[in-house]
Each structure stands twice: as structure tokens, then as C-alpha cells.
């Protein structure tokens, strides 16, 4: 029991992130509105950001600015005192390229609206029986 | 000049798209000229390097000077030449013959139209040259929501079938990126060759077995292997016929690629195939990819969905080739991704000219087809000859040498499978001649003129040419085989596989 617990203190960044990407995913599988099912997307896509930009953190470490960076030749970095900037640079492609998916799903329920008068799934399928 | 082909081909196609999106503003007429100057330099730089490479093996392409792993690098070599080469000749092919049937479907819509199209070849381009394991997601989602957008402006029901696909294709890519997190947090580096030299150590660690499968489940979601198929028959189906000719052979084809480079360069073969003991199951699994595809195309009497089923149908072939794990099931795999792509993009020009003659798809509407449209029909002919695999065209050497590896990996079932396959062909496409050849044509429209011959009324020549090109190249492309697994495809499987 004692080792479930610590497993889970000390790994919870991903805990969180798989947490999310399961709510993500149900709401996507489960959701009938064609709207929620994009936000669940969203939280799908978030949950990952979230992995990486968590992957970069250390313990006691600060944010990746070198102080007195210019004339300090002498100045010795220690990577250990910095938090790997890397993921989060990653990160701000896949924030972009989230919300570029984000806007086309939204401009295509958009054209479904106005193809069905409505965003609920069964109706749309149910329409698209009838004919 | 010749040095930077590699990042020509996927700048010119790139800073196109801005200038045809502008053109758009000023004069519709601007769009289809450049697109055409635009792909036709990608296929140039594409068929360049592929001779580059033939001389003098793998070549290194530093963006920006940067030295790999810290800079992006594009790695070209036997693998990705080939594949080079496919995707941008059938793209240009593809962009010329479907000029009209763009016209004609969504006039007004001409510019964002070929916007979309060239922004994608340039991310399907840029899949394949790319070392960088991030920077393929970036353009594989370049490529996929330029995809989405192509895919809804077709019939009634397209928009719903994108956003289908928008959510499968929006997984499958996350899946990706989080395996690739997890390679970056057990090497520290997202550049492929890189990471293939750290890997080797590390082949016990549960980070990078869980690597291995999430980025497998994402990229078969993304080319529609068998139970993560359901997206792709109903996207493809509703497109506008220039974007399904364009996506259908391209997309599923280059995810094949992905795999392979996965597998091959990513983690080794020795990974792959010994330390990790799915091969087989994975095999079973493209068995039943084969198996169902064949079954549900039986199923449909509607010409372009069944073809979606075929496609379904072909990725069991290319992924079963891929993990038989013997040269012979490689080469059929990565020959299958050059045939796989002419055959398609033929039997989808084909579908295109009867959509733009005939304004319909279903089985009822072929009728007297070979009469109306002869030279369509003869090129279709070509086609379904090489999807049923007959000796003279392309699909029977890629399904020979598949054939070849399952019987050198004893793989009884899988060679049954694509036996199966190419009888259901050859049922399915009978089928449409024989009401295409012999059922009288009936007009919708017109009434007691039955007894009269049906004059031709063949589709436009700039549909036609382009359709006979593809048809001529399947084969010539079979009666060179032996050269391009020789020459090619042999130096592109690493020695360790025999």
C-alpha cells in the first residue's frame, strides 16, 4: 500500500496528465454534441502539453535565464540549476498547432450546423437515415 | 543548386501557398499556373536527389548550419528518395488532371482550394524528408489539417466525415508526440539518427517499449490500419474528387513510411523484430486488415467507397509486409507504398472523369461506360489489373515479393490472406466491367433512345492524358521492377534483416 502511495506522490505530474487525457478521450467517445466532443479534444491535446512542459521541471532549479549572461566569461552554468527549456519551446509549436485544430474543427461543426440545424450526433444521423 | 534540393522541396512548395492564397485576391486564373511551377520544382528537386542519392549515398542536409542533434537535419537516403519521388509526381500528376473537375465542382472557391492542396503536398514532402522527430509531427499535422479541410468541401456529408476524421486524426497524432516525449525523456534527443545511436542500451526499459507502441497505435490510426479504420471510408467517399485523388493514395501511404522509418532507423530492426516478440501478432492483426477490407468492399455498390475499402484493405498489406520481418516482405512493403500509390491515384482519376462526366459514383450509373467513355475505361482496365495483381503491371511484383516473405516466414495464413484479397479483386472489378461493358448505358434524362449507340462523350484531354501517363506508368514501373529493388529498394533495408 505504502508503495502504491509513493508511486503515485512521486510520479503525480503524470498521473495528472494521463488523468486528463482519459477525461479528454471519454468525452470524445461518449459525447453526443459534436461541441463537446471538440472539447474534449482540446483537453486530449492539453493533457499532453501538460506531459512535457512537466518533463522539464528539476527539483531547486530556476528558469533557463543566465544571469549577468554578457561580459562573464568566468560565470560557470550548471545545468542542474536551470529547468530544461527544450519541452517547453516544443511546447509552444504544439499550443499553436492545438489551436489551428481547434478553429478547423470548430469551422466544420459550423458547416454541419448550418447543414442539419443542429449539433447533436444521433439527430444528425438520424436525418441522414431518413433520406 | 543541386545541394539544396532538399530544402527546396519543401520551401518552394511552402512559400507557394502564401502567393496562390494572394493570386486568389487578384485573379482566380494566377492559382493553377503556380501550383503547377510550385509542385513541378518539388518534383524536380525530388527526382534530383533521388539521383543524388543513387551516387552518393546518404545525404545530410543541415538546416540553417546547424549541426545535428541540436539542429534539424533532413536525412536522405534510398528509403526516403523513393518515396520523394512517389509523393510529388503523383501530386503534380494529380494536380493537372483535376484542373477541370476544380473548375467545375467549387468555382468560387479556387484559390483556398489550391492553397490547401500545395500547403499539404509540402507537409506529406516534409513527413518523408525530415530527420527530426518533432518536426515530423509539426508537419504531419501541417498535412493532415490541410487534409481536413480539403476532405469537407465535397458533398452534403463531407463536413461531418472531416470532423470524424479530425478527431481520429487529432489521437492518432497526439499519440505520436507522446511517445516521442517519452524517447525524449529516456535520450534527451528528438533527432532520429541520434536517437537511434543512445537507444540501443536501453531496449529493456519500459519508457521505451511504451515509446514504441503509443507511437505504433498513433501512426496506424493516422494510415487507417483495420479496427482504427472507420474514419476513412466516409471522408473519402464525400470529398471533392480532386482532394480524394490526392489523399487517398498519398496519406495512408506515407504513414506506411513513417512506420517503416520507425522501425528501420528509430529503433532498430533488432529491436523491432527480436527484443520486442509482437511481430506476429502484428502480422495477424494486417491478416484481418486484409480479410474485413476485402469483405466490406464486397459489400458496397458505389464505386468510390468500395475503392476507400481497398485502400483499408492494401495498409493490411504493407503493414503485414513490413513486420513479416524478412527482406522479401520489406521489399514487397516499401515496392507495395510506389505501386500501392500509382494504382490508387489511377482507379481515383478514374472515379474523378465518371464524377465529372456523370455527376454520380453508384454501380447504376456505370452502365454502358466503356462506350461512353472509352479511354477512361481503358485506363481503368489498366488499373484493376494491377490491383488484382496480373503479371505485366506493377501490383503482381509487389505482391509477389510480399507473397515471397510470408512463405520465408511461414506465414501461412498471411499468404492465404493476400491470395484472398487479390480473388475478391478480381470479383469486385469484374463486376463493375460487366455492367460497365455490357449493361446498356440509361441516360436519367432522356427517354426511348435505347436503341440508338451511345455517342462517346469522353471527358476533357487534360483528364484523360494525365490518366493515361498514370495508367502507362503502372507498367513500365512493373516491367522495371527488378531494376528499382536492385538499384533502390535493397540499399534502403539495413544488412541486419535477411
Known amino acids: ?131 | 543548386m543541386s545541394q539544396q534540393y532538399p530544402a527546396l522541396l519543401v520551401v518552394v512548395p511552402l512559400l507557394s501557398a502564401l502567393v496562390i492564397c494572394g493570386a486568389g485576391w487578384v485573379n482566380k486564373r494566377l492559382c493553377f499556373p503556380i501550383a503547377v511551377a510550385a509542385l513541378g520544382v518539388a518534383a524536380y528537386s525530388c527526382i534530383g536527389l533521388l539521383l543524388r542519392v543513387l551516387d552518393e549515398g546518404v545525404i545530410v542536409y543541415k538546416l540553417g548550419g546547424w549541426d545535428p542533434p541540436m539542429g534539424i537535419a533532413y536525412y536522405v537516403d534510398h528509403l526516403n528518395g523513393l518515396v520523394l519521388v512517389v509523393v510529388s509526381v503523383v501530386a503534380l500528376l494529380n494536380l493537372i488532371a483535376s484542373k477541370k473537375s476544380i473548375d467545375q465542382e467549387f468555382p468560387d472557391k479556387i484559390g483556398p482550394f489550391y492553397t490547401l492542396y500545395v500547403l499539404m503536398v509540402t507537409g506529406l514532402l516534409g513527413i518523408v524528408v525530415t530527420g527530426d522527430a518533432f518536426n515530423l509531427y509539426v508537419l504531419l499535422e501541417i498535412a493532415a489539417l490541410t487534409g481536413y479541410g480539403l476532405l469537407a468541401m465535397g458533398e452534403d456529408r463531407a463536413p461531418l466525415a472531416a470532423l470524424n476524421y479530425l478527431y481520429m486524426g487529432t489521437i492518432g497524432a497526439c499519440f505520436y508526440l507522446l511517445g516521442v516525449g517519452y524517447l525524449y525523456i529516456v535520450t534527451g534527443s528528438l533527432n532520429m539518427v541520434d536517437i537511434a545511436r543512445i537507444l540501443p542500451p536501453l531496449y529493456q526499459s519500459k519508457a521505451v517499449l511504451g515509446a514504441f507502441i503509443i507511437c505504433m497505435v498513433g501512426v496506424w490510426l493516422k494510415m487507417a490500419f483495420f479496427p482504427l479504420h472507420a474514419w476513412l471510408p466516409n471522408a473519402y467517399t464525400y470529398a471533392p474528387s480532386a482532394a480524394s485523388s490526392l489523399i487517398a493514395p498519398l496519406v495512408t501511404k506515407v504513414m506506411i513510411y513513417v512506420m517503416i522509418r520507425l522501425m528501420l532507423t528509430v529503433f532498430t530492426p533488432e529491436f523491432a523484430f527480436t527484443t520486442l516478440a509482437v511481430s506476429d501478432s502484428i502480422v495477424w492483426l494486417a491478416v484481418i486488415a486484409i480479410v474485413m477490407g476485402a469483405i466490406l468492399a464486397l459489400t458496397e455498390r458505389n464505386l468510390k467507397k468500395m475503392l476507400t475499402y481497398i485502400v483499408v484493405a492494401e495498409v493490411g498489406y504493407m503493414v503485414g509486409g513490413a513486420w513479416l520481418g524478412n527482406r522479401a516482405g520489406m521489399t514487397g512493403a516499401i515496392l507495395h507504398i510506389v505501386n500501392d500509390a500509382l494504382m490508387t491515384l489511377c482507379v481515383f482519376l478514374v472515379a474523378g472523369n465518371i464524377v465529372y462526366k456523370l455527376k454520380g459514383y453508384a454501380f447504376d450509373d456505370l452502365k454502358g461506360l466503356y462506350r461512353k467513355m472509352p479511354f477512361t475505361m481503358t485506363a481503368f482496365t489498366v488499373g484493376v489489373l494491377s490491383m488484382i495483381g496480373v503479371p505485366p503491371t506493377c501490383g503482381f511484383f509487389s505482391k509477389w515479393y510480399l507473397i515471397l516473405g510470408a512463405i520465408r516466414a511461414e506465414h501461412w495464413v498471411f499468404m492465404g490472406a493476400l491470395l484472398f484479397s487479390s480473388l475478391v479483386n478480381a470479383v469486385l472489378f469484374f463486376r463493375i466491367i460487366e455492367i460497365a461493358f455490357f449493361e446498356p448505358f440509361t441516360d436519367h434524362h432522356a427517354h426511348g433512345h435505347d436503341h440508338q449507340p451511345e455517342p462517346i462523350d469522353e471527358a476533357p484531354l487534360s483528364m484523360v492524358v494525365p490518366l493515361w501517363i498514370v495508367a502507362a506508368a503502372l507498367v513500365i514501373v512493373g516491367i522495371y521492377t527488378s531494376d528499382i529493388v536492385t538499384k533502390i529498394i535493397q540499399f534502403a533495408i539495413p544488412e541486419g534483416i535477411l
Open chain 1, 1 to 131: 500500500m505504502s508503495d502504491l502511495m509513493q508511486m503515485l506522490v512521486a510520479k503525480y505530474n503524470y498521473w495528472i496528465y494521463i488523468t486528463l487525457m482519459m477525461i479528454g478521450l471519454y468525452a470524445m467517445i461518449a459525447k453526443n454534441n459534436l461541441v463537446k466532443k471538440i472539447v474534449g479534444m482540446s483537453i486530449f491535446q492539453t493533457a499532453i502539453i501538460l506531459f512535457y512542459v512537466s518533463t522539464g521541471a528539476k527539483k531547486g532549479a530556476t528558469i533557463p535565464i543566465i544571469e549577468h549572461g554578457h561580459g562573464a566569461e568566468t560565470h560557470v552554468v550548471h545545468a542542474v540549476d536551470y529547468i530544461n527549456p527544450l519541452p517547453h519551446v516544443l511546447m509552444l509549436t504544439a499550443i499553436v498547432v492545438a489551436v489551428a485544430t481547434l478553429g478547423v474543427a470548430l469551422a466544420l461543426a459550423i458547416r454541419v450546423y448550418n447543414r442539419y440545424n443542429t449539433l447533436e450526433e444521433d439527430e444528425i444521423l438520424a436525418q441522414i437515415r431518413e433520406k
